[in-house]
């Protein structure tokens, strides 16, 4: 048995009479092998400790089980639902692209820099700092499936606002020839009170199929049903090594229904782009109503905006089109990204940016580089564009970036306007030994507004730290803003417990080399590539991703000699598993001596083996030899006759020693005797 236990914050806040938002979440997997029980638990400022899940996974061969309080990945109408039940599924996170996920882009525009927090579920996952213009969030953390995100946005000088979207992120694209499927079955966990996973009396069931017709084509279906209302989504996915294109209609029997197109590149070429339009049309019936109706008992503390951010269910904030859009190239000197939003709900007005961004290389030369940018954002507010020049300067281990440039702007909400800009700013990444540190600082000038700009990150093996700050002046005011993230994760198993700062989807694997000195160290290469480092007697922890294959081996690193098996490792990891792997090591000298046999003449022309050791006596029966201390050899004489032999602890040392005469061959080694294991020797200079 063994467990990872992933903890991860965030903290955000403003200066501007606004309280701390922030969010822990804790994510618990105990496993043994293929078996494991997931539980996550998370504290919010906004609505205190919840449970998300509580569930019993096993994986087997092309399937998994799973039973508990549980998610069900829902449609793109009502989004992910939660339950308590059972499920089973095709096993498709041994899929080589399974780290390919693209989820639906996220455009924001933005006036000034800003603080963007992204809520799902009520909580804080993600929040950073990004600059004015428009922005594609980073919605890493946020899971699979279908459902509603909250989009917080704190612009200096500006009130928060918040932004509704609607995010889906799936890989559910099986191998060609292949039909995946899932179903699930149970009751519906009472979406009121997140704090409980307790179930509610309304029963719910999700099937779905993705068949890979060819090639080029899949197709997918699913249906859902509870006590009110039963829902459906279809639609084929075109795929080619250039794009990958989805259409999808969906509909329920209450009378919503939808459509949905998503395009995507391939990632094969200097173009890249992903696009995600999609129309809802749903029932606008008061927001508390419906969710009272959905719920085991009544609700009346709930505001419509609340039970959104629940994201259980989606529909209550009525019908919606949407579309979403990055596309991108670029070539030596030239660079092109363009950005695209649309959001229109039954209950507001329509927003929308779209804006390209063009940079030009005009001089490189070793560390300097000389960049003409310019961009252009219209919106429903208005228009804004920059155009300028930056420099750039690369270091050993530092940035300087300097840009000027003018702006102009018809934004509504833009105080500023137009006028020069300008902007410097620095980047630091010190060789802290223990980690990798980054520090960052900058100062902008916008007309009639100031901005100073810190940010830093620091990461080793216990964990993770990030913090952006943020400090605006205008017309004698100042707007602070600040974000600090963390994460860090204790594994324990095969006999230890390590703090490991990868997260509960990792597995860890506990390499040691049993009999090392303390001046011996070895680089552990994973899949040929270095990954850390053992160094004596010490252990290595390392957190490695899930449902992957690995060949494990050491490499002397130190100076001294030492005898070890350099043979790979293969280890295959799941979800929470520690795996423990060993190598036993011998410090090895340079041995001199000389065979004689029982009757004191030299031995020649005999042949030394052990474990990857040989060495032959000369005409005097001289020898030379690498082994370890009380090594196991055997002695083949000329005529072909095998003798044991244990070589005698070295009088001189600790690398260079004199064996002095050996006495050998007294006591025949038949030839069915032992053979000696592969082992290996590290090659080093003896002067």
């Known amino acids: 048995y063994s467990f990872i236990n992933a903890i991860g914050g965030v903290l955000a806040g403003r200066s501007l009479g606004e309280r701390e938002d922030f969010s822990v979440q804790d994510q618990l997997v105990l496993a043994k092998g293929e078996q494991r029980i997931r539980a996550d638990v998370s504290y919010a400022s906004e609505i205190g400790l919840g449970a998300d899940r509580l569930v019993f996974e096993w994986d087997r061969p092309e399937l998994r089980y799973s039973a508990g309080a549980l998610w069900a990945p829902g449609n793109d109408l009502s989004g992910r639902r939660r339950l308590l039940g059972v499920g089973v599924e095709s096993q498709i996170d041994t899929r080589l692209d399974k780290d390919e996920i693209q989820g639906s882009p996220i455009i924001v525009f933005l006036n000034h820099r800003a603080r963007v927090d992204v809520l799902q579920g009520g909580r804080v996952v993600n929040s950073a700092i990004y600059d004015a213009g428009n922005q594609q969030i980073d919605t890493a953390n946020l899971p699979e499936g279908s459902y509603g995100i909250v989009l ?43 704090r409980s996973l307790a179930p509610s009396s309304r029963p719910f069931a999700q099937m779905g199929v993705v068949k890979r017709l060819s090639e080029s084509w899949a197709f997918e279906g699913s249906v859902q049903t509870s006590d009110q209302a039963a829902s459906a989504e279809v639609g084929p996915t075109f795929l080619t090594p250039f794009v990958q294109i989805r259409a999808a209609l969906v509909a329920d029997t209450r009378g919503s229904y939808g459509t949905i197109f998503q395009l995507s590149s391939g990632g094969g070429s200097r173009l890249n782009f992903n696009l995600d339009v999609r ?44 579309a979403g859009g990055i596309v991108s190239y670029s070539l030596s000197d030239f660079r092109f990204l363009g950005t695209f939003f649309y959001r229109r709900d039954d209950r507001a007005s329509a927003r929308y940016s779209i804006g390209p961004s063009m940079e030009y290389d005009v001089f490189r030369k070793g560390p300097l580089k000389v960049t003409l940018r310019a961009d252009l954002t ?97 017309g004698g005011t100042s707007d602070e803003q600040h974000s600090l993230g963390f994460q860090t994760s204790f594994a324990a198993g095969a006999g230890a417990a390590h703090l490991t700062g990868r997260g509960a989807n990792q597995s860890v694997v506990v390499l040691s080399a049993p009999g090392a000195r303390k001046q011996d160290s070895f680089n552990v290469l994973v899949n040929e590539q270095v990954a850390g480092s053992i160094v004596g007697g010490h252990t290595l922890a390392l957190a490695l991703p899930t449902y992957r294959a690995y060949r494990i081996r050491i490499r002397p690193s130190g100076k001294g000699l030492v005898a070890y098996d350099s043979g790979a490792r293969e280890v295959g990891l799941y979800p929470g598993v520690v795996t423990k792997l060993e190598w036993h090591v011998s410090p090895v000298q340079i041995m001199f001596g000389r065979l004689l046999d029982p009757a004191g003449e030299p031995i020649r022309a005999a042949s030394l083996m052990g474990k990857n050791i040989w060495a032959e006596t000369d005409d005097q029966g001289y020898f030379q030899i690498e082994a370890p201390q009380n090594a196991e050899l055997r002695v083949t004489l000329a005529n072909g006759q095998i003798y044991p032999l244990t070589l005698p602890a070295a009088k001189n040392g600790p690398q260079l020693a004199r064996l002095g005469a050996i006495v050998c061959c007294q006591s025949i080694l038949k030839p069915s005797g032992p053979l000696f294991a592969d082992a290996h020797i590290s090659e080093r200079d003896t002067q």
Request: cysteine-free; overall charge negative; proline content about 4%.
């Open 378 to 474: 219209t919106t429903e507010q208005g228009s804004s564009g920059f155009a300028g020049v930056s420099v750039r300067l690369l270091g050993g281990s530092g940035t300087f970036v300097a840009s000027a440039g003018g702006r102009s702007s018809t934004q509504s909400n833009d105080t500023p306007g137009s006028g020069l800009v300008s902007a410097v700013s620095g980047s630091w990444s010190p060789d802290v030994g223990a980690g990798q540190l980054s520090i960052g600082a900058g100062y902008e000038h916008d007309p009639e507004q100031n901005n100073m700009v810190l940010t830093s990150q620091f990461q080793n093996k216990i964990g993770s730290l990030s913090a952006d700050f943020s400090r605006s002046e205008q």
């Open 152 to 194: 917080r946005i704190a612009e200096a000088g500006q009130p928060t606002r918040e932004e509704s979207r609607f995010y889906t992120k799936s890989r559910r694209i099986p191998a060609r020839g292949r039909t995946d499927f899932f179903g699930y079955g149970g009751l519906l966990v009472d979406s009121s009170n997140y």
């Open 279 to 322: 129309h809802i049309e749903q029932d606008t019936a008061p927001a508390n109503a419906i969710i009272q109706s959905q719920a085991s008992s009544p609700i009346n503390v709930l505001t419509a905006a609340n039970a959104f951010r629940l994201s259980e269910p989606y529909q209550a904030n009525g019908g919606y089109s949407q």
